[in-house]
């Protein structure tokens, strides 16, 4: 078993090709059945560890719920919505843009758990809307507009799915976790995919299509989901969550690299914003549990 720290490092780099793979693959696939294929390939690589106990658990009275809204809000709809807005906008933009998902876990926080927020609270939850406006107001003269502004409303999923994962017992270990949010994901695409199949999609059957969707698989649906569960499991969520929260700097410089991208001035300030902001309210975040 790969230790925690080096876990969550993959888990950084993986995240981070995310934004740069679903947008390869929408170039050559539709995107519901390119997330379907995606997911089902990665529950179907991990198989040969799904023995009869992690089947019973996965499909238990007492778990199925939480595995059931992880695998509908994280595999099935905020993914379905984010590689969806891919094919309007950027890799790096995408990455940038998915930051504001502190601002909804700092909401949910207050709603949920009656959580004043602070001052402090407040100016970096600007920051990081100023960063991501920054983007927004430079893609009005383009169609990368609806793409961020897709992005932006999603990332609340991710954080119910959040709330659910902490549901699940302490011993359930990163495969079944990983396997029971694809496989109910997996069932929460269904009806998307067969709307999908009566529209005639676009699929490509190209060794080049074909090496992105394995990416998708088994790089972003299996290996990536086991290293962050993995992780997290043992290392304290605070702080493995500022480590994960810095993949978007990555994403653009692996874009650039590529040619997705080009950095340009505003670009940059909103990077440098978003990622304060996530930062700023993480380590609030952190400072709140340790008082507690």
Same mark, same amino acid.
């Given at each position: #078993?790969?230790?925690?720290?080096?876990?969550?490092? +993959?888990?950084?780099?993986?995240?981070? =090709?995310?934004?740069?793979? @679903?947008?390869? /693959?929408?170039?050559?696939?539709?995107?519901?059945?390119? $997330?379907?294929?995606?997911?089902?390939?990665?529950?179907?690589?991990?198989?040969?560890?799904?023995?009869?106990?992690?089947?019973?658990?996965?499909?238990?009275?007492?778990?199925?719920?939480?595995?059931?809204? #992880? /695998?509908?809000?994280?595999?099935?709809?905020?993914?379905?919505?984010?590689?969806?807005? =891919?094919?309007?906008?950027?890799? !790096?933009?995408?990455?940038?843009?998915? &930051?504001?998902? %502190?601002?909804? !876990?700092?909401?949910?926080?207050?709603?949920?758990?009656?959580?004043?927020?602070?001052?402090?609270?407040?100016?970096?939850?600007? #920051? %990081?809307?100023?960063?991501?406006?920054?983007?927004?107001?430079?893609?009005?003269?383009? +169609?990368?507009?609806?793409?961020?502004?897709? $992005?932006? +409303?999603?990332?609340?999923?991710?954080?119910?799915?959040?709330?659910?994962?902490?549901?699940?017992?302490?011993?359930?270990?990163? %495969?079944?976790?990983? *396997? @029971?949010?694809?496989?109910? @994901?997996?069932?929460?695409?269904?009806?998307?995919?067969?709307?999908?199949?009566?529209?005639?999609?676009?699929?490509?059957?190209?060794?080049?299509?074909? /090496?992105?969707?394995?990416? &998708? *698989?088994?790089? &972003?649906?299996?290996?990536?989901?086991?290293?962050?569960?993995?992780?997290?499991?043992?290392?304290?969520?605070?702080?493995?969550? *500022?480590?994960?929260?810095?993949?978007?700097?990555?994403?653009?410089?692996?874009?650039?690299?590529?040619?997705?991208?080009?950095?340009?001035?505003?670009?940059?300030?909103?990077?440098?914003?978003?990622? /304060?902001?996530?930062?700023?309210?993480?380590?609030?975040?952190?400072?709140?549990? +340790?008082?507690?």
């Amino acid at each position: #078993m790969i230790r925690p720290l080096p876990s969550l490092l +993959l888990a950084w780099v993986l995240t981070s =090709l995310w934004p740069i793979i @679903g947008k390869a /693959g929408t170039e050559r696939f539709d995107p519901i059945l390119f $997330i379907q294929a995606g997911t089902a390939l990665g529950l179907l690589a991990l198989a040969p560890w799904l023995g009869r106990r992690r089947w019973e658990m996965i499909l238990s009275r007492e778990l199925r719920f939480s595995f059931f809204m #992880m /695998g509908f809000f994280a595999t099935g709809m905020s993914s379905f919505i984010f590689i969806t807005a =891919l094919r309007y906008t950027s890799p !790096s933009n995408a990455a940038i843009m998915a &930051q504001v998902e %502190v601002l909804y !876990s700092a909401l949910l926080c207050a709603w949920l758990l009656k959580e004043r927020i602070t001052p402090a609270q407040g100016l970096a939850s600007l #920051m %990081v809307l100023l960063g991501t406006g920054c983007i927004m107001v430079q893609d009005l003269t383009s +169609l990368r507009w609806k793409g961020d502004l897709m $992005i932006l +409303l999603s990332p609340w999923m991710f954080q119910v799915s959040h709330i659910y994962a902490k549901r699940l017992p302490a011993d359930i270990d990163a %495969v079944t976790i990983t *396997a @029971g949010r694809l496989f109910y @994901g997996v069932l929460t695409l269904v009806p998307l995919s067969l709307w999908a199949l009566s529209r005639g999609p676009r699929w490509s059957w190209e060794p080049a299509a074909l /090496g992105i969707l394995a990416a &998708q *698989a088994l790089g &972003q649906n299996c290996l990536n989901h086991l290293f962050w569960y993995g992780a997290i499991r043992r290392l304290e969520l605070a702080k493995a969550t *500022a480590i994960i929260l810095s993949y978007p700097a990555l994403t653009v410089i692996f874009s650039w690299l590529l040619g997705r991208d080009s950095l340009g001035i505003v670009q940059l300030l909103g990077l440098g914003l978003t990622l /304060g902001g996530a930062y700023w309210i993480s380590w609030l975040t952190r400072e709140k549990q +340790l008082v507690q």
